[in-house]
């Protein structure tokens, strides 16, 4: 009965999508106008991915809703499997007005830093915690005198890091070093992603944004550069978590997840830019292109959404939580993932005695969710952990940054009294050579002219005669000195 509601949905989303397409049309005459601005079997086409998109996502989340065992992971879970349709119904609103797009896209941006970090918290929760993952990776180099050096990882625990931030940054030690370090890496994006928004609204508000130009007058080039580095590294600190962890989540297939989603988040943004850029040197002309240039970005992700929806259904699925039910302890869901492959006739009698002992004990049934119950602990529960999460990165990042303000006022003041200290001595030396020895000079050189210019040696021997060559005034006669006695 459930399937059939949902298949009697999606041809009623399909029929809607059509009818945008030839009138042009949404729940309001006003509401937007295609039939002069873009040509019908784009947005046909874009409807169908989008309405394909909506079922499928909202089809699993509802999966994962019935079978909510896991809370800790699925309401990650949910949060990534979100992603999808959001992308979807903010590029299509995006694609049918081009009033909204500017905002669809912020959005469409932003929760994409949440999802990335659902994502990282969904891989902690297969771990079993913080705690518990911080033991896993401590674990990992505590090792004995004995060990065989291949079973030895990361170089005795040392995450290094490669060219060219092994220049300028420190290892990081597999730990709580490393956690936090991946923890708060991750947090940023989803802290900085937001701010840019507002930023980028406020620039469009002003008429300074200029998006898609690459002109320095316009504020769209600073802030891609600054989410490109933020994204950048926090894709790289969850990309050092999953690798850190791999062998443990091996279980849950954790590369095919990895990969999913993380071709969701690089490729829209990405090709974000290259269709920015594209249109910016003026590769695609025409008159079709120049129509369909803001919106070419909103066109392909609705086609991918589509894709990815169905790709959805193979990576998260909510089988294994299903299967989780029938667990005496409400144990990991790894080993339930594990657990997909052919059967043990052992495991089932096991299975068949574990359903026997919960039937005899009916409240750990009752201890369970209810689908309102699970829809408001993804809500809330999530929405608890994102805030201590902001709070920490806050904490830790704004911390290092006074010390860092502190340590250039510091460098400041002592460049200052090194300043300070230079001209004084220069002021110093300056008094020191302005003493006027004039006088004394002309004294000593009359001096060392009479003394030099007359004088013999004490032997008495000289018999030369000497003659004192240093100007003498006009009525003076010079001195001859003959036999050793002066004469005039």
């Known amino acids: 009965?459930?399937?059939?509601?949902?298949?009697?949905?999606?041809?009623?989303?399909?029929?809607?999508?059509?009818?945008?397409?030839?009138?042009?049309?949404?729940?309001?005459p006003g509401f937007v106008s295609l039939s002069e601005s873009l040509p019908s079997w784009p947005i046909v086409s874009a409807g169908i991915s989008v309405t394909a998109s909506l079922v499928l996502s909202l089809f699993l989340i509802f999966e994962h809703l019935c079978a909510y065992h896991q809370p800790?992971?699925?309401?990650?879970?949910?949060?990534?499997?979100?992603?999808?349709?959001?992308?979807?119904?903010?590029?299509?609103?995006?694609?049918?007005?081009?009033?909204?797009?500017?905002?669809?896209?912020?959005?469409?941006?932003?929760?994409?830093?949440?999802a990335m970090y659902c994502f990282e918290r969904y891989l902690i929760a297969c771990l079993g915690g913080e705690e518990s993952t911080i033991r896993f990776m401590e674990g990992r180099f505590q090792f004995s005198e004995s060990s065989p050096l291949l079973d030895v990882d990361y170089d005795y625990g040392i995450v290094k890091h490669p060219f060219p931030l092994n220049w300028f940054m420190r290892n990081w030690y597999l730990g709580p070093d490393f956690y936090h370090a991946v923890k708060v890496g991750i947090v940023q994006y989803m802290i900085l992603k937001p701010i840019c928004a507002i930023l980028a609204i406020f620039?469009?508000?002003?008429?300074?944004?200029?998006?898609?130009?690459?002109?320095?007058?316009?504020?769209?080039?600073?802030?891609?550069?600054?989410?490109?580095?933020?994204?950048?590294?926090?894709?790289?600190?969850?990309?050092?978590?999953?690798?850190?962890?791999?062998?443990?989540?091996?279980?849950?297939?954790?590369?095919?997840?990895?990969?999913?989603?993380?071709?969701?988040?690089?490729?829209?943004?990405?090709?974000?830019?290259?269709?920015?850029?594209?249109?910016?040197?003026?590769?695609?002309?025409?008159?079709?292109?120049?129509?369909?240039?803001?919106?070419?970005?909103?066109?392909?992700?609705?086609?991918?959404?589509?894709?990815?929806?169905?790709?959805?259904?193979?990576?998260?699925?909510?089988?294994?939580?299903?299967?989780?039910?029938?667990?005496?302890?409400?144990?990991?869901?790894?080993?339930?993932?594990?657990?997909l492959g052919a059967s043990d006739p052992e495991e089932e009698r096991e299975i068949d005695n574990v359903a026997i002992m919960q039937a005899a004990r009916p409240d750990s049934r009752d201890r369970r969710l209810s689908f309102p119950q699970s829809v408001r602990d993804v809500v809330l529960g999530s929405g608890e952990i994102m805030v201590d999460d902001v709070k920490y990165t806050v904490s830790h990042v704004v911390e290092p940054v006074e010390r860092s303000f502190s340590k250039i006022n510091r460098t400041l003041h002592q460049i200052s009294e090194n300043v300070k200290q230079l001209e004084k001595q220069k002021r110093k030396a300056k008094d020191d050579s302005d003493v006027p020895l004039e006088p004394f000079?002309?004294?000593?050189?009359?001096?060392?002219?009479?003394?030099?210019?007359?004088?013999?040696?004490?032997?008495?021997?000289?018999?030369?005669?000497?003659?004192?060559?240093?100007?003498?005034?006009?009525?003076?006669?010079?001195?001859?000195?003959?036999?050793?006695?002066?004469?005039?």
């Open 203 to 339: 620039m469009q508000l002003i008429g300074i944004y200029g998006e898609g130009k690459f002109a320095w007058r316009y504020g769209y080039p600073y802030l891609a550069i600054v989410l490109n580095f933020s994204q950048t590294w926090a894709l790289y600190c969850l990309i050092q978590f999953y690798t850190a962890t791999k062998e443990k989540l091996e279980p849950i297939k954790p590369l095919s997840k990895f990969l999913t989603f993380k071709s969701i988040v690089f490729l829209t943004w990405w090709q974000g830019i290259a269709v920015a850029f594209l249109f910016s040197t003026g590769l695609f002309k025409g008159h079709l292109a120049q129509r369909f240039q803001t919106r070419i970005q909103d066109y392909i992700i609705c086609l991918e959404m589509g894709v990815a929806a169905v790709v959805h259904l193979k990576v998260f699925p909510a089988k294994p939580y299903r299967r989780g039910e029938r667990s005496v302890s409400n144990v990991a869901v790894m080993s339930d993932y594990a657990s």
């Open 441 to 488: 000079s002309e004294e000593f050189a009359e001096a060392h002219d009479n003394v030099f210019g007359g004088s013999v040696s004490d032997s008495g021997l000289a018999r030369k005669k000497y003659k004192n060559t240093k100007r003498a005034p006009s009525s003076l006669k010079p001195f001859e000195f003959r036999l050793g006695r002066w004469f005039q």
């Open 1 to 28: 009965m459930a399937m059939k509601n949902v298949v009697r949905f999606f041809f009623v989303l399909i029929h809607v999508s059509s009818c945008l397409g030839r009138s042009g049309k949404m729940f309001s």
């Open 72 to 114: 800790e992971e699925q309401k990650f879970l949910i949060g990534l499997i979100l992603m999808v349709p959001v992308y979807a119904v903010q590029s299509f609103f995006s694609l049918l007005n081009s009033n909204v797009a500017f905002i669809c896209e912020l959005m469409r941006d932003c929760y994409e830093a949440f």
